[in-house]
Every structure is written in structure tokens, then in C-alpha cells.
């Protein structure tokens, strides 16, 4: 929990520097929600490869699909710039293993080592609006994130709790259409990569006020 805390408040401290040149023309706030669904670079083909490579003769079930959703606030520095903010959830990833190996401990550990990591987190980033229409804009993010995660591994003989933490980096696009000067509706995917837990995909709409 201190290393979660502590990558929070370095995402934080990060971003004073440019919170100090935020008196640039068309500031404000904006608050965004938006949610749908995960995809997990890792599969059970993956897992089973990398098991059998490690000396584990065992066949996993790991379902990398879950849902997901992510908070943000966002202060435009300009027209096309903001630095933002988030929250959220890239959902939970258990894995239970049938078969044989060697060792059963070490077992449980390549399978944490390996398996999708999701969980809860944090981010700090930029955010770009590249205007289309006056109506429709292309949003790029990317953001530092510190991320969290709770989940079950089953090796066959029985089940460990996973608590793990670190960082990585994110990266979206999405289509946002402002259908009144304030409320804007967007379709778009975001990649999280959770280094070596591999990245997490996710497909979402959202919503969005500007005040």
C-alpha cells in the first residue's frame, strides 16, 4: 500500500510544473466519465507456453475479459491541451492451473509473475484535442500510471490472494462529439501497459461536462 501511495503522490508532484503555466487562453475544468470493456494481452495460451517453458506441464483458465471503467478531471492549459487526471479500474484476473510440476510453490509464483496484471489506479498525463469539425475532435491521452491489483491463483493443491503494485504508462485515442458546448459523448480504446505484466486493452464510450 505505501508503494501505491507513494507512485500516486510522484504522479501528483509531477504534474505542479505544468499546473504553474495554466493561465493560458480557454482554461477549464473538464470531468469525464467513461467505461467498457478489457481485453488482456496475456491468454491461457500464453500462460500454458510460458509455464511449460519454466517446466510446469499444466493447462490454465484465464478469462482476460472483464469490465472496466475510468474517472477523470482534466484543466485545459489552452484550446487543444489539458493535463489530466484519473481513476479507475482495469478489472481483476484469476487464474486457476491444472496438471503437474515439479514444484508447487514456484508454481503459484510464475503464475502471479505472468498472469494479467488489471486492478485499480491512478494516472497523471496530457490530454489533446485535435479538432475535426467544429463539432468532433480526435482525443489522444497519455499518462504515468500507478496501479494496484487483488486476485486469486489456484495451482490445484490451493488458492493464493495476489496484492501487487508498481507503475507503467497509458495510452488512448477516442472520437468526441460535442453535442452542446458543454456535454461531449466519445467511442475510443485505451492501451495500459503494466511492464512485465504484460498491458491491458479497453474498449469504451464516455461522457464528458466542461465547465
Given at each position: 500500500?505505501?508503494r ?10 509531477a ?22 470493456v ?9 500462460l ?20 472496466a471503467f ?13 493535463i ?28 502471479i ?10 494516472s ?5 484535442d ?16 500507478g496501479w ?6 489456484n ?22 462529439v ?16 503494466q ?5 491491458i ?11
Amino acid at each position: 500500500m505505501k508503494r501505491f501511495l507513494g507512485g500516486a503522490s510522484l504522479l501528483l508532484l509531477a504534474g505542479l510544473p505544468v499546473l504553474a503555466a495554466a493561465g493560458q487562453p480557454d482554461h477549464g475544468w473538464i470531468v469525464g466519465l467513461r467505461g467498457g470493456v478489457t481485453l488482456a494481452e496475456t491468454d491461457s495460451s500464453d500462460l500454458d507456453a510460458e509455464l511449460a517453458a519454466r517446466g510446469h506441464t499444466v493447462s490454465t483458465d484465464l478469462d482476460g475479459h472483464d469490465q472496466a471503467f475510468v474517472l477523470s478531471l482534466a484543466y485545459r492549459l489552452s484550446a487543444l491541451t489539458a493535463i489530466e487526471t484519473s481513476v479507475g479500474s482495469l478489472g481483476e484476473y484469476s487464474v486457476a492451473a491444472s496438471g503437474t510440476s515439479p514444484d508447487a510453490a514456484q508454481l503459484s509464483r510464475d503464475l502471479i509473475e505472468q498472469k494479467p496484471a488489471g486492478g485499480r489506479f491512478v494516472s497523471l498525463g496530457l490530454r489533446q484535442d485535435l479538432p475535426i469539425t467544429s463539432k468532433l475532435a480526435l482525443t489522444a491521452r497519455g499518462a504515468l500510471i500507478g496501479w494496484r491489483q487483488e486476485s486469486k491463483i489456484n495451482n490445484g493443491l490451493g488458492t493464493t490472494k495476489v496484492d501487487d503494485e508498481d507503475l507503467g504508462w497509458m495510452f488512448g485515442l477516442a472520437g468526441t462529439v460535442l453535442v452542446t458546448p458543454a456535454v461531449g459523448l466519445s467511442l475510443g480504446a485505451d492501451w495500459y501497459d503494466q511492464d512485465q505484466r504484460g498491458a491491458i486493452g479497453l474498449l469504451h464510450a464516455g461522457a464528458e461536462y466542461r465547465f
